[in-house]
């Protein structure tokens, strides 16, 4: 296994619509639903990957701080589940309670939303402004898990904070830009395609 960055969409893309299901609450999620917010945060996230488990705790202290600023969250899992049953949905209701997550956790079934926005790994994030325009897209921060496939060096370990996230809501709900050198590409588990639906730029992974 090898870990997998982020593709780093362009900036300004428009977000894409989508509607899924969220299982903890058995209804049907729609972007149409966050259009009026100040920002909108998208977070490819799953149950098992090592590298959601070493920010998770960080990521819903950071919703549970900007939610009341009126940044919108939504986080997707879009892992193949035949292969990978530990992410399936009734998995994902244990996961949501256990951890009390602060944020809508929806099942990309058929992994169009993934494929829509160029989601490569987990965790992977996309954060819009007041427009839906693409503002920041990337790494949560700097810190990696202790994992055998996290680079070597004083990043690997490290306490998530989510530095780098924050600056970026910070400045999107101030209605600045995002400076571009001042976002990376997230690292984690590949998100798992199902066979034969793994996008081109996923192909030179495949035997990693």
Request: glycine letters at 6%.
């Amino acid at each position: 296994m090898v870990a997998v960055p982020s593709t780093m969409h362009p900036l300004g893309w428009e977000a894409a619509h989508f509607t899924l299901p969220e299982p903890l609450s058995g209804n049907i999620v729609s972007l149409d639903e966050y259009r009026n917010k100040p920002a909108l945060l998208i977070a490819f996230i799953c149950n098992h990957c090592p590298y959601v488990h070493h920010i998770r705790d960080a990521f819903g202290q950071l919703v549970r701080d900007y939610l009341p600023k009126g940044l919108g969250v939504l986080a997707i899992n879009s892992n193949d589940v035949d292969r990978y049953p530990q992410d399936a949905p009734d998995r994902m209701i244990e996961e949501a309670r256990n951890h009390r997550f602060p944020f809508r956790y929806l099942f990309d079934d058929m992994q169009q939303v993934a494929k829509l926005y160029g989601a490569a790994c987990t965790p992977d994030f996309f954060l819009f402004d007041k427009d839906l325009k693409l503002a920041y897209r990337g790494q949560f921060d700097a810190s990696r898990p202790d994992h055998p496939t996290a680079p070597e060096g004083p990043t690997r370990g490290a306490k998530a904070t989510g530095d780098d996230l924050r600056s970026a809501i910070d400045l999107v709900l101030q209605g600045h830009e995002v400076p571009e050198v001042d976002q990376h590409p997230s690292l984690g588990c590949s998100i798992k395609w199902r066979p034969g639906n793994e996008p081109d730029w996923f192909l030179p992974y495949m035997h990693g």
